[in-house]
């Protein structure tokens, strides 16, 4: 009788949580679709309801840097989430298509051109903007995977994110240097942005080890003092746990995007 009880409080607790306390409703946020150039669209989500546009203010904006499973139906929906969260979205479609397997992902992947994505990235600034019409407007940008790899690229590529953006998050990136490159400290821009990051502890493309160091060089540099760092490494998960395959990736893919937002709402409004 007992653990009838506790199951009937359980399932009223459950109740309360779906019609008392409602989650967005992802399927009510309308994506549309615009061309970037000849041969790449992006997708614009536009937050829904927030007190940010009640108040009449400027809503934030983040450039989404889908992985190398392509902006399929997924991705989108890591858009939505975010546009829920009070942010206007643009995600750029890097591939070109969705890619039907892994192969497919990394041959369409080796075809871009070199500065591809950084010039995609620019663009969907450039458009952010405009949709801004004059107004100040924080921009932000998170990739994941391929998407992650190619921000952090443009973060240590002259200039282009610390002039032109706000902030940064990656998650599951592959990080380029090694502690003992010396044209880690040439390149590196003056300044940095706020920077968040979520690794796998197995992710053999990105050990623990590559993390650490990344990090550590960048406050050997001396830039850690500008940045809001943020650097976690999720205990037993594997390169792509952002598409989990386990309750452990589940749950790190849900730690992270919810990181992620958490840092998107404290550095772009």
């Not at 607790?13 to 669209?41: D, E, G, M």
């Amino acid at each position: 009788m007992k653990l009838i009880v506790i199951k009937l409080r359980v399932l009223i607790f459950l109740y309360c949580i779906q019609f008392l306390n409602p989650l967005p409703a992802q399927s009510q946020t309308q994506v549309r679709w615009i061309k970037l150039n000849q041969t790449h669209r992006a997708a614009i989500i536009d937050p829904l309801h927030n007190e940010i546009q009640t108040k009449r203010k400027q809503v934030g904006a983040v450039i989404y840097l889908h992985d190398e499973w392509g902006l399929d139906s997924l991705a989108l929906l890591w858009c939505k989430e975010i546009a829920n969260a009070g942010f206007t979205v643009i995600a750029p479609d890097l591939l070109g298509r969705v890619p039907e397997d892994a192969m497919e992902a990394h041959e369409i992947e080796r075809a871009q051109p070199e500065g591809a994505f950084i010039s995609l990235l620019n663009i969907a600034r450039d458009t952010l903007l405009a949709q801004a019409e004059g107004k100040p407007i924080k921009i932000g940008v998170y990739g994941i995977g391929m998407g992650a790899t190619a921000a952090v690229e443009a973060l240590l590529a002259d200039t282009i994110l610390p002039t032109k953006f706000t902030a940064a998050a990656i998650t599951i990136a592959a990080l380029p240097f090694t502690p003992t490159s010396d044209l880690f400290q040439k390149i590196l821009p003056p300044y940095l942005l706020p920077l968040i990051g979520n690794f796998g502890e197995k992710d053999l493309g990105t050990p623990p080890d590559a993390v650490k160091n990344f990090k550590q060089r960048l406050i050997a540099c001396g830039r850690g003092k500008f940045l809001d760092f943020d650097f976690r490494i999720h205990a037993g998960a594997r390169r792509g746990f952002m598409r989990p395959k386990n309750g452990i990736e589940a749950k790190a893919a849900i730690s992270s995007r919810s990181r992620v937002i958490k840092f998107l709402k404290k550095e772009l409004k």
